[in-house]
Structure formats: C-alpha cells, structure tokens
C-alpha cells in the first residue's frame, strides 16, 4: 500500500527567503506525485503535478518539485517566498491505476514578513 | 459560479443525529471522492465513486454511508453521528482516467 511522509508539520521562513518542504513516499509501483496547497478558510487547490516526462515540475506561481525515484522524495522547493505563499501544503500520492489519492499529514508554510 | 459545491459550508449537530452532507459538480467529471481533514492528519479517502452504479470505500467509511444520486450529485451521511466525526469535510471530482481531482470549498461539521 501507497504511503505519504511530510518530515515536517510547520516551517516558518522569513520573506524573500528560499523554502522547502520534503515529501517522501512509499510504494511497490509506480507511482503519481502531486502538492496541493491549502490557503485559511478554503478547499485545496493543485499546485503541480508528476506524471511522466521531466522528473523536474514548476508552478506558474514560482514553486517547482523534482520526482526523485531513488530516494522516493518529490520535494517542493521556491527560491523567494512571499507573504501571500503562507499556506498549508499536501503531498499526495497515487499509484498506477489505482486513481485513489494517498495524502500526507501536510506542512504548515508560514512566511514571516 | 463554483465547479464543484458543498452544502452546507457549516454544520453542528448533536450526537446521534442523522445528517447528510450535499455535493454538486458542473465539471461533467464521472468520478467522485469524500475525503475528511482533522488537524495534524492531512485528508483520508472515506468513499469514492467511478460513476453512478459504482461506489466503493476508502480507508474510513466506519459511520459512513453515501450516495451517488446522479452523476453531478454525491452525498455523505452520518446515520448517527457522533464527536469523533467532528472534522472537515471535502468533496471532490475527477474525470475518468484522470489522476487530477478537483476539490470542494468543504464542510465544517461539528457533533457535540
């Protein structure tokens, strides 16, 4: 069965400062990869997504993730953070075929102005 | 106007009341999934829906039971609900053979 670990539940950052927030899985096949971010008050959005091709994906809003099959991460990543990045974020996994999204307990963005 | 609605926004309730969670969907998706989020444990799968006449369970349907009236409509009832289903509750759709699932603004849902 799929599983889903975000190391950390909070990450506080300072604006302008880069982030990451680390995503690892686990699974026996392969595998779909996807963030979510959660903004106060309001459902989930997709940020981006892994499905085949470039191991390397980005956001149109600056963030980017790279799938890394070897160590089973699929980490997300912004250079600059901005006040208006300040979110919950959800790791999400799906194995081929089975269409069921397996989520991670979420980080907790906040960005200190 | 909202892809995919969720009626009510807020919800309390006593324990052992019957209540029945709404959601809507204009996306024309066949697929559709309830999820609930508690603080601390992201979103689990409590049912999901192929289409009208397949509906399957998640990983917690314990106290659950939905219906899938037509394909824009999923609806999740608690038959007696109780304080450990105080949570957040999403809706979501997606199109068949998509990965890609669209969500719900949720449900806040209160048993005291």
């Known amino acids: 069965a799929q599983s889903v670990t975000q190391l950390d539940s909070q990450v506080p950052v300072f604006e302008e400062a880069p982030v990451e927030l680390r995503c690892n899985y686990s699974?026996?096949?392969?595998?779909?990869l996807f963030w979510y971010v959660q903004y106060p008050n309001q459902g989930l959005q997709l940020l981006l997504k892994y499905l085949s091709g470039s191991t390397l994906v980005e956001s149109i809003n600056g963030f980017e993730a790279e799938f890394n099959k070897s160590q089973t991460s699929f980490h997300l990543r912004k250079p600059s953070v901005h006040i208006s990045d300040t979110a919950e974020y959800f790791c999400a996994v799906s194995e081929a075929g089975s269409y069921q999204l397996t989520f991670g307990k979420g980080t907790k963005l906040s960005v200190i102005p | 106007d909202a892809d995919v609605t969720q009626t009510p926004r807020n919800r309390i309730t006593k324990t052992g009341k019957r209540i029945m969670l709404e959601c809507s969907q204009t996306?024309?998706?066949?697929?559709m999934y309830w999820y609930r989020q508690d603080p601390g444990l992201g979103l689990r799968l409590i049912y999901y829906?192929?289409?009208?006449?397949?509906?399957n369970k998640g990983e917690i349907s314990d106290g659950y039971s939905v219906s899938r009236q037509a394909q824009a409509k999923f609806s999740l009832s608690l038959e007696s609900a109780i304080p450990n289903q105080t949570a957040l509750y999403f809706c979501?759709?997606?199109?068949?053979?998509?990965?890609?699932?669209?969500f719900g603004p949720g449900t806040r849902l209160t048993v005291t």
């Open positions: 996306k024309g998706h066949d697929r």
């Open positions: 699974s026996s096949v392969s595998v779909y």
């Open positions: 829906s192929f289409d009208v006449k397949d509906i």
């Open positions: 979501a759709t997606s199109e068949a053979d998509s990965y890609e699932q669209y």
